[in-house]
């Protein structure tokens, strides 16, 4: 799960109420979070060509994680001028720490980039094609409008889905909820599911995936070492002692790795 890192870790950024409290949803979550684990796409990504497909389609859900780690931060920090002192200090600066290595990682030649343009660069050294994700961002640019843009980007409707709840998730305006399902439904799922998958198909060179590699690296380092941590923490301090917001976390959580299923069973029949 998201805190798979060292336990004096978390113990540190979290008291044993919250953990009591965040112990109490991963056991709800544990049911739907298997089916996920367990999904036969992991073991139908046998070759470059549908390495390459599943990528095509996955790109879309990694460009809405950065807005919903973006929404926490206009959420719990100040980002309009003029600028004033915002009550969720220790939130605000658990958020900011991870949009810094969200959006201003560094890729293998020392360069700046966020992890999203890592993927794309990832993309680009494999042969997937990048026109639609492009193109979207493009219109985002334009429009400076989500529900403009993907109405007028031609994307399958499972894909349009996944990110429609992302933005129900964010346009709730419910801090708790969005930092749960950044958490618990989101990209700490990805990197131990793919790394080995993509290493074999490197090794066999079937494929040239150094940045992919590289990119999955990065996400298992951060994510058990300081994200995961740092999230935790955050929902501690976002639910507090509020049973209510805890049960809207646990649902908003569920409902996410649901939609991940569903995006993955699309993924899976259009490679299969």
């Not at 590699?213 to 300081?226: F, G, M, T």
Request: with cysteine.
């Amino acid at each position: 799960m998201i805190y798979k890192g060292n336990l004096s870790i978390i113990n540190y950024f979290c008291t044993k109420k919250s953990m009591t409290h965040i112990q109490e949803l991963e056991n709800n979550l544990s049911s739907t979070r298997n089916k996920l684990i367990n999904h036969k796409l992991y073991s139908n990504l046998d070759s470059s060509d549908k390495l390459i497909k599943f990528m095509e389609n996955h790109v879309f859900a990694v460009w809405d994680f950065m807005s919903l780690i973006k929404a926490l931060q206009k959420n719990l920090t100040c980002v309009e001028l003029p600028w004033v002192p915002n009550k969720n200090n220790l939130a605000g600066r658990l958020v900011n720490e991870i949009v810094l290595a969200e959006e201003s990682d560094i890729d293998l030649n020392g360069n700046p980039k966020s992890h999203f343009e890592l993927y794309l660069d990832s993309m680009n050294q494999i042969g997937a094609k990048t026109d639609l994700i492009n193109s979207f961002i493009n219109k985002i640019r334009e429009n400076n409008s989500y529900e403009k843009s993907v109405n007028e980007t031609d994307l399958n409707s499972t894909v349009k889905d996944f990110m429609n709840f992302t933005f129900d998730i964010i346009n709730s305006d419910k801090n708790h909820v969005i930092a749960s399902v950044f958490t618990f439904g989101r990209e700490d799922l990805i990197p131990d599911m793919f790394i080995e998958i993509v290493k074999k198909l490197s090794k066999s060179n079937k494929i040239k995936a150094d940045n992919l590699i590289y990119y999955l690296e990065r996400h298992i380092e951060v994510d058990a070492d300081e994200h995961g941590p740092m999230a935790l923490k955050m929902i501690g301090e976002l639910c507090g002692n509020d049973e209510d917001k805890w049960k809207e976390a646990t649902t908003a959580s569920k409902l996410a790795l649901e939609m991940r299923i569903k995006l993955w069973d699309y993924i899976n029949n259009l490679i299969s």
